[in-house]
């Protein structure tokens, strides 16, 4: 696991999986928020399970409502036009109208977005 630190922005990028359940992420933005004293996170898309993108399984609502609990900006970097689902489409589009939660192509962009930029 490799994190970079713009300002208050953690950029981590794993070639393992780091968030695989509720409780893994909340260990990795604890431990992150306590190394880096971050409260905006960038995280590679291949670090978080598939299960995460299968919207059915509740996996991401549960992950991403710690996020805003604990006052967390995330983004999720990589390419998301492999997905079909119309539901996670739309999730995708509402999240990145909104102001704590992105999927973006890139880390340029994650880091624009949750900077306000």
């Known amino acids: 696991m490799e994190i970079k630190q713009i300002n208050d922005i953690a950029i981590v990028n ?4 780091i968030i695989t359940d509720t409780q893994t992420a909340m260990d ?6 306590y190394e880096t ?3 905006k996170i960038v995280l590679n898309k291949e670090a978080i ?3 995460f993108f299968i919207l059915s399984k509740g996996i ?6 710690k996020f805003i609990n604990y006052r967390i900006k995330f ?3 990589g390419d998301f036009s492999n997905y079909t689902s119309k539901p996670l489409k739309d999730f995708i589009y509402e999240s990145n109208n909104g102001k704590d ?3 973006v192509p890139d880390t340029d962009t994650a880091v624009k ?5």
């Open 101 to 103: 939660i992105f999927f």
């Open 14 to 17: 794993s070639k393992e999986r």
């Open 113 to 117: 977005m949750l900077s306000g930029i």
């Open 60 to 65: 991401a609502g549960e992950i991403l409502q």
């Open 49 to 51: 399970t598939e299960d």
């Open 28 to 33: 990795f933005m604890m431990s992150l928020k």
């Open 37 to 39: 004293g971050c409260s």
């Open 75 to 77: 983004a999720v970097c």
